[in-house]
């Protein structure tokens, strides 16, 4: 299938598992995860009507940028982001959708500062729990959420997680429905704010429907876009 008919299914098969937990389809935004894509490829996606694309690499990003790849869409970051490449992130996209740590929420604010701009950024929560995760635990997230919205560089948007990875269909339902839990509880807690906390963004190429199902606003789908690829640290 082509990149342009992937597109249309994905986009499909979100309507209508919204329309199925009577959600309006309008509410989510499908996130074309462009890791290892070309330029070219992300073109053709952004062409076949993708809104939004996500990066994971800096250094990867910094090359579509120059090449222009991403025009005619929003961007967002969604890999993991070491401070000392922070100045290679804030102000070049739209969003930090994987902020997970104070450490780096404080470095984000600093930069911001320095380019006088509002940085847009999403909470990642590391909603299952594993040491190998990045992300903020459930019991950290308010203190770090109330400290965000107050920073006056930072615009906290909402929540994102990465699930472990699921081996059977449905199994990680019950963290989407966590994480749409804390997403209340923090729009709740941070009531000043709430207008600005709209967005919350799980779900993958094998479940976002489910996601959807349980709140979504923004999925984050790769390989139902563009097909497998290489094993990371062989792109
Ligand atoms: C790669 C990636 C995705 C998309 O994964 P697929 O399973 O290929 O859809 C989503 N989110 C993040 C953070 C990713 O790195």
């Not at 990045?134 to 948007?157: D, N, T």
């Not at 749409?180 to 190429?205: E, K, P, Q, Y």
């Amino acid at each position: 299938m082509s990149i342009a008919e992937n597109v249309a299914k994905v986009k499909a098969n979100i309507a209508a598992a919204a329309r199925e937990a009577g959600r309006d389809p309008g509410e989510i935004t499908l996130v074309a995860a462009t890791k290892v894509q070309t330029a070219e490829t992300v073109r053709e996606a952004i062409a076949a009507g993708v809104a939004i694309c996500g990066e994971n690499r800096v250094q990867e990003m910094a090359e579509k940028l120059s090449r222009y790849a991403y025009d005619g869409a929003r961007l967002h970051f969604i890999g993991h982001l070491q401070t000392n490449k922070v100045r290679q992130v804030v102000g070049r996209v739209d969003m930090i959708e994987s902020v997970g740590s104070e450490h780096l929420l404080d470095a984000v604010e600093i930069q911001a500062a320095k380019l006088d701009i509002v940085q847009d950024i999403l909470l990642e929560v590391n909603i299952g729990g594993e040491a190998s995760k990045s992300g903020v635990s459930q019991a950290a997230l308010l203190p770090l959420a109330r400290k965000a919205a107050a920073l006056p560089h930072i615009r906290l948007r909402g929540l994102m997680a990465i699930p472990p990875a699921a081996g059977e269909p449905g199994e990680n339902r019950h963290f989407f429905a966590e994480m749409r839990h804390l997403f209340v509880d923090i729009r709740t807690a941070l009531d000043d704010n709430v207008s600005d906390i709209d967005c919350l963004s799980m779900g993958m190429s094998g479940d976002y429907e489910d996601a959807v199902r349980e709140g979504a606003t923004l999925v984050r789908v790769g390989t139902a876009l563009f097909g497998p690829r290489p094993p990371m640290g062989q792109a």
